[in-house]
């Protein structure tokens, strides 16, 4: 697509449900990113892929978040057993990879979560 | 997590005005970038910074990176009502794996026509 495209844009969600957010990066870039935006913060860095693989999960807040991306592509981000602390817009950006590393990352609208 | 300091919080201006924000950072980064983000929108790029000392403009737009690699300012001379947005700086380490932005919390800029 002709850019970074993240479905839904708008989730509720009751308190302890599972909820899955995807990202469509922009075709042909290998790297990936997740952030957490909560209201009147900055983006927080979540999770990086390089291709297929989590380069970088540190960002993760415990471990009831998880991501993936099988075929280098698509990702998805799962919150399991969500907890009102989990609504924030969550942002996905893709770049691509160079010999010089990663160029500019450019942002997908974002998912806003909502956990009532 | 980490979040760069950034100043001022707020700004309210006329039209035609110019605007000053800054952020500050207690470690190191080696490239330097402001973002505007729109509501609803995600972060757009503005003005990347790569060497300490580096003056950037992009238009009406002009970014230093500081010499001590521990800050960052943007200017926007004669502002427009379009300025109006979030506007945040990023510090970055490239290099290996780490390629993950820090954010600081963002200047809210409201222009008056």
């Known amino acids: 697509g002709a850019g970074v495209s993240q479905t839904p844009s708008n989730k509720v969600t009751e308190k302890g449900k599972y909820v899955e957010l995807r990202c469509d990066p922009i075709s042909g870039h290998t790297a990936l990113y997740w952030y957490r935006q909560s209201l009147g913060q900055g983006p927080e860095f979540l999770i990086y892929f390089q291709g297929t693989g989590a380069a970088d999960d540190s960002g993760l807040p415990n471990d009831r978040f998880f991501a993936v991306r099988p075929e280098g592509s698509v990702s998805t981000l799962k919150i399991q057993r969500t907890e009102r602390g989990d609504s924030a817009v969550y942002l996905c950006?893709?770049?691509?990879?160079?010999?010089?590393?990663?160029?500019?990352?450019?942002f997908g609208q974002g998912t806003r979560l909502t956990v009532v | 997590g980490q979040q760069l300091n950034q100043s001022p919080q707020s700004m309210f201006i006329q039209e035609g005005e110019d605007v000053s924000m800054n952020c500050t950072s207690s470690s190191i980064f080696n490239t330097w970038l402001w973002y505007k983000q729109d509501p609803g929108e995600g972060p757009v790029l503005l003005i990347a910074l790569y060497k300490a000392g580096e003056l950037t403009s992009n238009g009406r737009l002009t970014a230093q990176f500081g010499i001590t690699r521990k800050d960052s300012f943007l200017n926007i001379s004669a502002s427009i009502p379009s300025d109006v947005g979030i506007y945040f700086c990023a510090g970055q380490n490239s290099g290996g794996s780490n390629y993950k932005l820090t954010f600081g919390k963002g200047t809210l800029l409201t222009v008056n026509p």
């Open positions: 950006a893709s770049s691509q990879t160079g010999p010089r590393g990663n160029t500019e990352a450019f």
